[in-house]
């Protein structure tokens, strides 16, 4: 029985590299699927005319197909629905995810091509739904799901959470998939589900609850060394609503991880109650470059109203402890909230200047389906639940007038100024490594502050200590091998590249590199092999891209070559154009991607 599960964002995401990348939990229920036997496969539509959309359900023929279905995207996933529907009116079809869930009936009412909506979590929800289906049972006493009947529709028995998230599967060993760019889809890693926290503008209390449930940390190790060894992959983000939240597990974790020897930076978010010095330091010793914490607001009117839980002395130290250990602080923040006043919005402004994140994003308050805001936004505005299909919105705004434009607009404008003078000093960057101790992540950007600098022999001396640290260290040989490069050693400069590939073989830029470095030596048949197998391991490689061209313009014959295209040789390429990109880790602020991200290697 074929399954297909798909994911379409809404046409305006389609190039945000975020956006565009599907929801880790289509992953997870691919991966139920596929080891209970199902023929199931992933599809991420995003970036797919609707003519190729067609093309593909045509060709697949799936008899159950499984959509998310969030606020943002509703329009995208309910075509995507109809499109299946109209091509093969035997296609079952269910819907899942926070719009599906918390409007289910509204869902089954007004959208015939719907045929089921799955309620909350779903891998087992949809593993029962697929053996009814294939069986010829009765789905009627599966619990979990919203289904239709003559003249309306009803919801069968709650499904209980899933006890143990050991028993996933992880996403990425399953990953059949069509249009899925998998180098950028499986950076993003879930290691628990709920939030204890209950702001009023957050659907996961109810979706996911406020009881934590966690994957071990073994569990997350064994991905972790999955992703590096089959992927390469060398940077992950863990979105957990609260990474942090207990701190017995996220020491164990952190030391987990530096023990294990991979060659990892990493980013989370959480909340500024759920750190203190001691899981800092660790984090940042386990590779953390950067924390997203949600904090909304300045004023302590404005946070009570969100019921946020938080006290503003609690971001002021969180915030504080972030910059001592030396990682990047981003920040979220909220404007337009019903009754904010311009005291309120200067409060926010003062906390900002005062706790220097290196970049945040502010949003207007939205109001989705299942938050607590819900009901009384709707009141206030005078909609209902047809809202969601008479509006494009991605989202219920509540405020639009002038104050909350010009509230928006002021913080917004404080978060791009603390960006520009919250940068750590080389001081700090040494204070940071006192802090934190010996450790790879403290000393690599100790490492980059200098040069950055212009000091190139004190961050060799850095990046020299990386291996005594972590003898191999990926993070060492590449950053000698690009400071070799830069001072014209290719030949160095190959030998640390070669290094970094004996570390995580598969890190397509450290072949791409090399490729760079054998270019340089003319030693072109081997930079053309290295540039080759960087676009295997990940065909969005830019570094890979113009390798191979320039190598192609290198063999042609001097006459017929064009002055203008000529350019140094590949130290530009390394040094300024995607060099420093790969430590940049990907955060949802439209921050530089990793190399390559803006192509989709499908
Ligand atoms: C990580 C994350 C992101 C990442 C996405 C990375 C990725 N590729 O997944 C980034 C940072 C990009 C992101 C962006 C945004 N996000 Co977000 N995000 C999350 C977060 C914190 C975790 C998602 C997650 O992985 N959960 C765990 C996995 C296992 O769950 P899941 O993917 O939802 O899938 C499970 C169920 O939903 C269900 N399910 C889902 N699909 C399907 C399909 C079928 C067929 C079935 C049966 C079941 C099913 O079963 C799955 C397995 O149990 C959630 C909050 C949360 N805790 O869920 C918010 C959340 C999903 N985000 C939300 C929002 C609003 C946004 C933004 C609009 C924020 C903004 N203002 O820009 C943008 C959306 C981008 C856009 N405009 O299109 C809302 C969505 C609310 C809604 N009703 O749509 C959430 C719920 C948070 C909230 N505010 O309440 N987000
Ligand atoms: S906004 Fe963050 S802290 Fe608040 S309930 Fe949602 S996930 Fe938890």
Redesign the pocket.
């Known amino acids: 029985m074929k399954i297909l599960?798909a994911y379409r964002?809404?046409y305006g995401?389609r190039n945000d590299f975020?956006?565009r990348?599907?929801?880790?939990?289509?992953g997870?229920?691919n991966a139920v699927l596929r080891d209970a036997g199902f023929d199931s496969r992933l599809a991420n539509f995003s970036r797919f005319t609707w003519s190729q959309v067609e093309s593909a359900l045509r060709e697949i023929r799936p008899r159950i197909l499984?959509?998310?279905?969030?606020?943002?995207?509703r329009g995208a996933a309910l075509k995507i629905a109809q499109v299946a529907r109209k091509m093969d009116p035997s296609v079952f079809v269910?819907?899942?995810?926070?719009?599906a869930t918390?409007l289910a009936e509204r869902v089954l009412a007004h959208h015939p091509a719907v045929d089921a909506v799955?309620i909350?979590?779903?891998?087992e929800?949809?593993l029962e739904l697929a053996r009814a289906l294939s069986l010829g049972r009765d789905r009627g006493s599966i619990p979990g799901l919203a289904l239709r009947r003559p003249g309306g529709s009803f919801r069968t028995p709650p499904r209980a959470p899933l006890a143990d998230l050991d028993r996933i599967p992880h996403p990425s060993a399953h990953y059949e998939s069509i249009g899925v760019d998998r180098f950028a889809?499986f950076e993003?890693l879930?290691t628990s589900?709920g939030c204890p926290a209950r702001c009023t503008?957050?659907?996961?209390p109810k979706?996911?609850g406020t009881r934590l449930r966690y994957r071990s940390a073994d569990h997350v190790l064994d991905e972790l060394r999955f992703l590096q060894e089959r992927f390469g992959l060398v940077s992950v983000s863990f979105?957990d609503?609260t990474f942090t939240v207990d701190k017995k597990r996220t020491l164990f974790l952190c030391r987990k991880i530096v023990d294990s020897g991979l060659h990892l930076l990493w980013d989370c978010q959480s909340r500024v109650n759920a750190v203190d010095e001691e899981r800092l330091i660790w984090m940042r010793r386990a590779g953390c470059q950067h924390i997203q914490y949600g904090v909304e607001s300045g004023s302590k009117a404005v946070l009570h109203q969100l019921n946020k839980g938080i006290h503003l002395e609690q971001v002021i130290q969180a915030c504080e402890l972030t910059r001592k250990v030396g990682m990047d602080l981003s920040v979220y923040l909220i404007t337009g909230v019903q009754g904010e006043t311009a005291e309120d919005v200067q409060a926010t402004l003062r906390l900002i200047r005062r706790v220097r994140p290196h970049d945040g994003i502010v949003?207007p308050l939205?109001v989705?389906?299942?938050?607590a805001l819900y009901e009384d936004v709707k009141r206030l505005k005078g909609v209902d639940d047809s809202f969601w299909d008479s509006s494009r919105s991605?989202?219920l705004l509540v405020r639009d007038d002038p104050d909350s434009i010009l509230a928006y607009r002021q913080v917004d404008a404080a978060l791009k100024e603390a960006a520009a003078t919250g940068l750590y000093s080389l001081d700090e960057r040494r204070e940071h490594k006192r802090v934190v101790g010996r450790f790879v992540a403290p000393t690599l950007s100790s490492g980059e502050a200098l040069e950055e600098w212009g000091k190139p022999g004190e961050a060799e001396a850095e990046y020299r200590e990386i291996l005594e640290i972590h003898p191999g260290s990926l993070w060492g040989h590449l950053r000698l091998g690009n400071l070799a490069e830069m001072g014209g050693d290719a030949v160095r400069a190959a030998e640390h590249y070669r290094q970094a590939i004996g570390a995580v073989p598969r890190y397509h830029l450290a072949h791409s590199l090399l490729g760079s470095a054998l270019r340089r030596l003319e030693k072109h048949e081997e930079a053309g092999d290295e540039f080759r197998i960087a676009l295997r391991l990940y065909p969005g490689d830019r570094i890979a891209c113009r390798g191979l061209s320039l190598l192609r313009r290198d063999r042609r014959p001097k006459t017929s070559r064009v002055p203008s295209l000529r350019r140094k040789p590949s130290t530009g390429l390394t040094a300024s154009l995607a060099w420093p990109s790969f430590l940049q880790h990907p955060i949802?602020d439209g921050q530089p991607r990793p190399p390559g991200a803006e192509s989709a290697g499908q």
Not at 66 to 73: C, H, K, V, Y
Not at 94 to 99: E, I, N, R
Not at 201 to 204: I, L, P, V
């Open positions: 599960l964002c809404q995401g975020y956006t990348q599907m929801p880790v939990g289509l997870t229920i499984g959509i998310s279905l969030f606020t943002f995207n269910v819907v899942g995810g926070p719009h918390h799955a909350g979590e779903g891998e929800t949809l889809q993003f879930i589900r503008f957050c659907s996961t979706f996911w979105r609503d949003s939205v989705y389906p299942g938050t991605e989202g949802p």
